[in-house]
């Protein structure tokens, strides 16, 4: 596998187990996470599979998911 950084091409990720939430639609209007071998875990916009994604250390997507069930990105759909 390359380097991994964000903004990799997914498609690199070649061991990545891909999954979605169940809450996603069924037109692709969702992102999917993989936890990489190091720790880190991967997002990628599900429409565009082979695209760019986003590389986070395990602590930043804890901080993310903490501060999304506490409500604290609600207003953004607002």
Known sequence: MEQV????????LTDAAWRKSRHSGAVGNCVE???????????RNSRFP????L???????AAFL????????DDVLS
Do not use: Q, W
């Open 5 to 12: 950084h964000n903004g990799v091409s997914a498609e690199l």
């Open 33 to 43: 996470v993989a936890p990489l071998g190091d720790g880190r875990v991967a997002v």
């Open 50 to 53: 082979t695209g760019p994604a």
């Open 55 to 61: 590389i986070y250390t395990r602590e930043e997507m």
């Open 66 to 73: 903490a501060g999304a069930k506490d409500g604290e990105f």
